[in-house]
């Protein structure tokens, strides 16, 4: 795995070095190359503020890195030698999402331009299944997603887990609980097949908000993101960068204790989020059998066919859902609240009551209704948000990419 | 005020420069001169791991802006020139700290080493009186502040000022709120007598918070403060830096929702913390008469005489506060948490309560009753860190020091 490494300690206690500088002037050259493509060497000097032939060597080594790539010359309306056009590679270099899920397989690789160019998806019951054979499959379809990427002359720097679990924040990424698996402290290395692409795990969360950050047109540096799957889970993004807790634990919103002397909870605690906003809560609430498929969707059709209980059910869920998204205001002070996974599929009914809580409840601080919104990216998030990882790191540090 | 600017973005964007990185490396020089002090310019360049000669021009330029001194020449033991002990500064630079509360002005001047060289505090009740009187008094209070450290030979290189409210992101610190003082919408600026020594305000508990940091022994990076003056507040250092949400609002702890369906809040909303944990609410569930002068006291003299209706009360503010902490140790999965302000005094009391509900109900992650403990530094916190925001500011960047 070319490029790996989770977490990474900014090193403000060592000197600066030349070599420093070039790393950085290579990702300000590469970020202007994807913002301007095609440009020249000449404009993108101005873009950047450095000198033609500083631009050069760095556009050189970004050539031989795969990063970019220069088409044939072209005559342009200046005066002079005619532009070569610099892009970004669509072929080279790009970045493999892996996701698990409880009933589901998934992979996909996105170029460096953030182009999706393969996307794969098997329904596959994984729920109680030993990790190991899980793993194995996962890494069946994470080489046939690598063999078609190849084919379009695309090579993996990278690849990236997505897992409804909790990922500490230790190197190597173990994955401490999946709860609706069954797993335990689980190590990919120790199961995954080929040493050489072991993936890195992650929180499905945690990718689905960043995902929905990397791709929003005008995104909040600040937002929670709230997602439910089996279980609710949130994620953080603060200043623009996940933040993951101390141990990897952040936005465990699922446990927030909405009505303190409410019903136990599977958790041990009494009254928590998912007793009333949870998957299987709302079924219940709803006096719905939990179907074999898809929940999500036999709960939106229903309240489609504004079937009464199930109409309460989603009411009494969006309140309790803002209790909880009350407190994450008074304390994160966000930009944005994103509904994801599941419940941007039903947010047609929980952003009412949702948003009453709130607008009655977060008073010190100024609030307006629309900083609460559905995610476009849904279901789809964390897979994207898995293989947009290392193509964002790339961005981030082009020295990641083999040098040519 | 020659180190200024609040919440600076750090420009990722633009491309690094050698005045970047000779920035940087005096920062480390300086950082490895207060931890090794005193030391000689050779096992400096040991320490920091540049040249001899790039450490030495590093120190001249430190010597020259005021940072550090250089001894006469000390035989050592070792052969070769006897080398001359370098030192983090006692005179020069130096950090002004003032604080307004309720009923009381505070001023402090801090040095490079840390060490607190000036104190001074007034009795003054400040609730209702106009902002432009109370921050005339508070300037009076900082010039005599100003002149006794300039007569120890130190000079004041910047000034914040911790105010029991909320202040904005901007540049400039806009006063948005101190709604124990009656200000709404104070920019300092506009009532400071001297244009050259207006301080940059702060919120209170952001600035315990940092103290509590920065002076701790052995530090959380991640943990959360929560303090009581008149109302409660909390602050995030998050990876060691505070967090001030995205308008500096963050840390609105005393509005969390702990019984959705409890009595009414001043704030508009319901079963707030406040009125639970706040000082008002415990001195009237304790069935006490708020006293003029120090309410905090007259509650641990009850508590420490075994008053039942205290005890009861305390105990009834712990439950409220263990439920907004399980909520906050579950949405930030902090190192730890500290009971700052007023509640450090009433530690005994509350934390048994805090710590039941703790232990009952943060279920998912690991937790140990410790990473709860009360704050060393109690009420002299934030003027602490006010004074201290200037010191830390420096040693992170030494070039906001004029040039020799």
């Known amino acids: 795995m070319a490029v790996g490494g989770r977490a990474s300690v900014s090193a403000t206690s060592g000197p600066a070095s030349l070599q420093d500088m070039r790393r950085q002037n290579l990702a300000v050259v590469l970020g202007a190359v994807a913002a301007h493509s095609p440009v020249s060497r000449a404009d993108l000097a101005g873009h950047v503020g450095l000198t033609r032939a500083a631009v050069s060597s760095l556009v050189d080594e970004l050539i031989?890195?795969?990063?970019?790539t220069e088409a044939a010359a072209t005559a342009s309306g200046r005066v002079g030698r005619p532009g070569r056009a610099l892009a970004m590679s669509s072929e080279g270099p790009a970045g493999l999402g892996l996701e698990i899920g409880v009933a589901h397989l998934a992979a996909c690789v996105v170029d460096l331009r953030g182009d999706t160019r393969v996307w794969r998806r098997v329904e596959r019951a994984n729920a109680g299944r030993p990790a190991g054979r899980v793993l194995e499959d996962a890494a069946a379809l994470a080489a046939e997603a690598e063999a078609e990427a190849s084919a379009l002359g695309l090579r993996?720097?990278?690849?990236?887990?997505a897992l409804p679990g909790v990922v500490?924040?230790?190197?190597?990424?173990?994955?401490?609980?999946v709860p609706n698996l069954g797993w335990r402290g689980v190590r990919l290395a120790d199961h995954w097949p080929d040493p050489d692409t072991v993936p890195e795990p992650e929180n499905e969360a945690n990718l689905g908000a960043l995902a929905e950050y990397w791709t929003a047109g005008r995104p909040s540096a600040t937002f929670v993101h709230v997602s439910a799957a089996a279980g609710i889970g949130a994620a953080l993004v603060l200043d623009g960068r996940l933040f993951r807790g101390t141990r990897g634990f952040a936005g465990e919103l699922g446990h927030f204790p909405v009505h303190p002397d409410g019903p136990d909870c599977a958790c041990g605690g009494r009254g928590c989020l998912e007793q009333y906003a949870g998957e299987a809560a709302v079924l219940r609430e709803a006096g719905l059998t939990p179907p074999g498929a898809d929940p999500v969707a036999l709960l939106a059709e229903r309240a489609g066919a504004a079937h009464a209980p199930t109409l309460a059910a989603l009411d009494r869920a969006g309140r309790a859902l803002g209790l909880a998204l009350t407190a994450t205001v008074d304390l994160i002070d966000p930009d944005g609240l994103v509904l994801g996974g599941a419940y941007a599929e039903l947010a047609d009914w929980l952003l009412p009551s949702v948003r009453a809580e709130l607008a009655a409840r977060v008073t010190v601080r100024p609030w307006a209704p629309d900083a609460l919104r559905p995610s476009a990216l849904g279901r789809r998030g964390p897979l994207l948000?898995?293989?947009?990882?290392?193509?964002?790191?790339?961005?981030?540090?082009p020295t990641l990419l083999p040098a040519g």
């Open 64 to 68: 031989s890195r795969g990063a970019v």
């Open 156 to 161: 993996v720097e990278g690849r990236v887990l």
């Open 168 to 177: 500490s924040n230790e190197p190597g990424g173990l994955v401490e609980i």
């Open 385 to 397: 948000g898995a293989a947009l990882t290392t193509v964002r790191r790339i961005m981030a540090n």
